[in-house]
């Protein structure tokens, strides 16, 4: 079953500019995560915010919580042609009493013009 | 380096010719984690592992079958391949089973 879903699918931007894509999920989390994937490589952790935290940052990434509404935004400042890759939300939930796993959601592919 | 190992990278078979994708990691993680990815279905679990000789089903395990015999190995096993399976595969490990997770680089199997 899918949990996160990434918005928008897709997003073109000149590099300098500032990249957000959202994330929304369906059931009471423990921690949220971001994953930046380059083009048919591995997935790389990029950040974990915490579901008692509101705001994270990591260098010229900015993560943003909202519980109430079951969404999460990534902000990328300053973007590089080098950020161009697909980005993934990940979060944790617990099924019926079964062990924590990480649900991913579609992705935002991220296309940085030099 | 702490590293996630897939091999082989790319893959080509016939269907109902058995394979095996090996996948080793040299952190020390209990948890290790099997997925496919597939485009507008992003990443689904097949099997994950919480240590040695303890495996369990994912989302999409029919078709797949895995074994933990040592803590850094975890190879998936595709008895009777077929087209179906084609995709892109990962493995992926942790200390912890809702991560952070490492994954390895990716095995594209096509299946014909």
């Known amino acids: 079953s899918q949990q996160g879903e990434e918005d928008p699918q897709a997003l073109s931007i000149q590099e300098g500019e500032n990249a957000t894509m959202n994330c929304s999920y369906k059931?009471?989390?423990?921690?949220l995560q971001w994953y930046r994937q380059n083009s048919g490589r591995g997935l790389v952790h990029l950040i974990l915010?915490?579901?008692?935290?509101r705001e994270k940052h990591s260098g010229r990434l900015r993560v943003t919580l909202d519980t109430s509404k079951k969404s999460s935004s990534l902000l990328i400042t300053a973007s590089r042609a080098a950020d161009t890759a697909s980005y993934f939300c990940?979060?944790?939930?617990?099924?019926?009493?079964?062990?924590?796993?990480?649900?991913f959601g579609t992705g935002t592919l991220l296309a940085v013009q030099p | 380096e702490a590293q996630v190992t897939q091999n082989p990278r790319y893959l080509i078979t016939v269907t109902g010719k058995k394979l095996t994708v090996t996948c080793s990691q040299n952190?020390?993680?209990?948890?290790m984690s099997w997925y496919r990815q597939d485009p507008g279905l992003g990443l689904r679990q097949i099997y994950y592992?919480?240590?040695?000789?303890?495996?369990d089903k994912g989302d999409v395990p029919e078709g797949y079958k895995v074994s933990r015999k040592e803590k850094r190995n975890f190879p998936l096993i595709l008895e009777s391949p077929s087209p179906n399976q084609t995709s892109l595969y990962f493995c992926?490990?942790?200390?912890?089973?809702?991560?952070?997770?490492?994954f390895g680089n990716g095995t594209r199997l096509t299946v014909t």
């Open positions: 952190m020390n993680h209990e948890y």
């Open positions: 592992s919480m240590n040695v000789e303890v495996t």
């Open positions: 990940a979060t944790d939930a617990r099924y019926g009493g079964a062990t924590n796993k990480l649900i």
């Open positions: 915010i915490r579901s008692n935290e």
């Open positions: 059931t009471s989390i423990n921690n």
């Open positions: 992926a490990s942790s200390t912890r089973t809702w991560g952070p997770l490492h």
